[in-house]
């Protein structure tokens, strides 16, 4: 059984940083796309940052040039370094991975939040 499993979540301050994590585990194939997503409160899940093949990458733009997506595929775990948070940046982040043959797989979620 495929899981997501993201890390590294938690309360940070205005302008702060945090770098979440999620590995993927039990799968037999590799994904093609990691990203993630994120569901503010109130608000219906949105786009932040994905990585194809481990090296093309795509941003939200309200997130470019403070948040950086990577990938360690050996491991097929993917991170996401987010620098200058603003309060605006709280939600909670999940995991996505695709694989074109098995389709998507999500992540259980893990809070952000941004506060001073």
């Known amino acids: 059984q495929v899981q997501l499993v993201e890390s590294g979540g938690g309360l940070v301050q205005p302008g702060g940083s945090l770098r979440l994590s999620c590995a993927a585990s039990g799968s037999t194939f590799r994904f093609n796309t990691m990203g993630w997503y994120r569901q503010p409160p109130g608000k219906q899940r949105e786009f932040v940052a994905i990585?194809?093949?481990?090296?093309?990458?795509s941003y939200a733009d309200s997130v470019k040039g403070r948040f950086t997506i990577s990938r360690d595929s050996t491991k097929d775990t993917v991170y996401l370094q987010m620098n200058s948070l603003r309060p605006e940046d709280a939600a909670v982040y999940f995991c996505y991975a695709l694989s074109i043959t098995f389709g998507a797989y999500w992540g259980q979620g893990t809070q952000v939040t941004v506060s001073s």
């Open positions: 990585i194809r093949s481990g090296i093309s990458t």
